[in-house]
T-cell receptor, first 115, second 109 residues
Framework: KAGVTQTPRYLIKTRGQQVTLSCSPISGHRSVSWYQQTPGQGLQFLFEYFSETQRNKGNFPGRFSGRQFSNSRSEMNVSTLELGDSALYLC??????????????FGNGTRLTVT | DAKTTQPNSMESNEEEPVHLPCNHSTISGTDYIHWYRQLPSQGPEYVIHGLTSNVNNRMASLAIAEDRKSSTLILHRATLRDAAVYYCILVTGANNLFFGTGTRLTVIP
């Protein structure tokens, strides 16, 4: 069974630009959630999508948004990039979602550098 | 907000048991306790989770205090492949997750 795939693995953007990250979940998983990991703040929850609907959102500004397609693939968008957005962005898929307490299967992340 | 606190680092000798503690004094009745670990250059990997009772699986055991304000992840025999950062996470009934800062486990051969 293929794991969670995130593309691209690395990305360099300039302040003020926008970026779109992609996540392909494990086949059959309807939940995709996104996380930001930085040395200073650690791992933080961004949002979760389940069957194309956003279920919950962490404490991030509206510049961070996402969507999920009918095939469960998900994209995350960050607009008007700031230096502080430099981070490893992780996505995870699961069968029943966060509320169902099914294990999260993480991808290896997209490392975003904002210059 | 739910919070978890973990020691920054711990060491263990290979083939010895390891007890990784986590404090979550503000836990609510419906919050689950999850543990994940992260190896370098990889995403986190699920280890175990529980609500009130102690839990066992092939990877580890989870001991949850009676008042649920703390828990301990137990690796019964540490191997070099267990060297990782271990995260204690609260999953709330409101579909939110709160990560601890993680404990970096070093396994000494």
């Amino acid at each position: 069974k293929a794991g969670v795939t995130q593309t691209p693995r690395y990305l360099i953007k300039t302040r003020g630009q926008q970026v779109t990250l992609s996540c392909s979940p494990i086949s059959g998983h309807r939940s995709v959630s996104w996380y930001q990991q930085t040395p200073g703040q650690g791992l933080q929850f961004l949002f979760e999508y389940f069957s194309e609907t956003q279920r919950n959102k962490g404490n991030f500004p509206g510049r961070f948004s996402g969507r999920q397609f009918s095939n469960s693939r998900s994209e995350m968008n960050v607009s008007t990039l700031e230096l502080g957005d430099s981070a490893l962005y992780l996505c995870a898929s699961s069968l029943r979602g966060i509320s169902g307490n099914s294990p999260l299967h993480f991808g290896n992340g997209t490392r975003l550098t904002v210059t | 907000d739910a919070k978890t606190t973990q020691p920054n680092s711990m060491e263990s000798n290979e083939e010895e048991p390891v007890h990784l503690p986590c404090n979550h004094s503000t836990i609510s009745g419906t919050d689950y306790i999850h543990w994940y670990r992260q190896l370098p250059s990889q995403g986190p990997e699920y280890v175990i989770h529980g609500l009130t009772s102690n839990v066992n699986n092939r990877m580890a055991s989870l001991a949850i205090a009676e008042d649920r304000k703390s828990s301990t992840l137990i690796l019964h025999r540490a191997t070099l492949r267990d060297a990782a950062v271990y995260y204690c996470i609260l999953v709330t009934g409101a579909n939110n997750l709160f990560f601890g800062t993680g404990t970096r486990l070093t396994v000494i051969p």
